[in-house]
């Protein structure tokens, strides 16, 4: 697509339901990324793809979250058991992977657990 | 590991004067460092990349320069605007020439008309 598209835009959950976050990548772009923003907070790395090597989770908070992408292209992230402190808006760019590394991101998913 | 350390204090100018931004990073330099604009509700937009064997890089009233002696990256808006209030972020690459990049937690600017 012309963009990064991001799904859903707000999700509200009750602790302890499970969730999942979706991610559609510029079209050709070999790497994809998951940072988090906690309100009024710079962006938390949390994993990224680059292609067919194994993914970077050294961001990942805990082993509630889980990241997969599936052909190269969409990527979910999952938290499972949400915490309140998941609350956040979770970002997902991508990257064409080569030379200079310039990330095009999504707007975003604002997830609120209550 | 690499910290990237951006002032957290919010930054007012006047407008027509001129914005400087500071991103200092901890360890071993990049191979290049970028600036990114964030507006509420947004995700982040890039503006500008600058590499390790330059000294400054210009985009209309933007200028970046970057010291990798002082490991230290400022950048300028020149001519501010209302407009160009927002929290601006830095960002480099955990390794050299490697694509997994990290944020600094970024500067708010606020231009006052």
Not at chain 1, 6 to 33: F, M
Not at chain 1, 90 to 105: E, P, W
Not at chain 2, 47 to 62: A, C, S, V
Not at chain 2, 69 to 78: A, E, G, N, R, Y
């Amino acid at each position: 697509g012309a963009g990064v598209s991001q799904s859903p835009s707000n999700k509200v959950t009750e602790k302890g339901k499970d969730v999942e976050l979706r991610c559609d990548p510029i079209s050709g772009h070999t790497a994809l990324y998951w940072y988090r923003q906690s309100l009024g907070q710079g962006l938390e790395f949390l994993i990224y793809f680059q292609g067919n090597s194994a993914p970077d989770k050294s961001g990942l908070p805990s082993d509630r979250f889980s990241a997969e992408r599936t052909g190269g292209s969409v990527s979910t992230l999952t938290i499972q058991r949400t915490q309140q402190e998941d609350s956040a808006v979770y970002l997902c760019a991508s990257s064409s992977g080569t030379g200079a590394n310039v990330l095009t991101f999504g707007a975003g998913s604002r997830l609120t657990v209550l | 590991s690499q910290k990237i350390e951006q002032n957290s204090e919010a930054l007012n100018i006047q407008e027509g004067k001129t914005a400087t931004l500071t991103c200092n990073y901890t360890n071993y330099s990049p191979a290049y460092l970028q600036w990114y604009r964030q507006d509420p509700g947004r995700g982040p937009v890039f503006l500008l990349l600058i590499r390790e064997n330059e000294k400054e890089k210009r985009k209309e009233r933007l200028k970046v320069t970057f010291d990798t002696t002082l490991k230290q990256s400022l950048f300028h808006i020149t001519a501010s605007q209302p407009a160009d209030s927002a929290t601006y972020l830095c960002a480099l690459d955990m390794s050299g020439g490697g694509f997994k990049t990290i944020f600094g937690a970024g500067t708010r600017l606020f231009v006052k008309a």
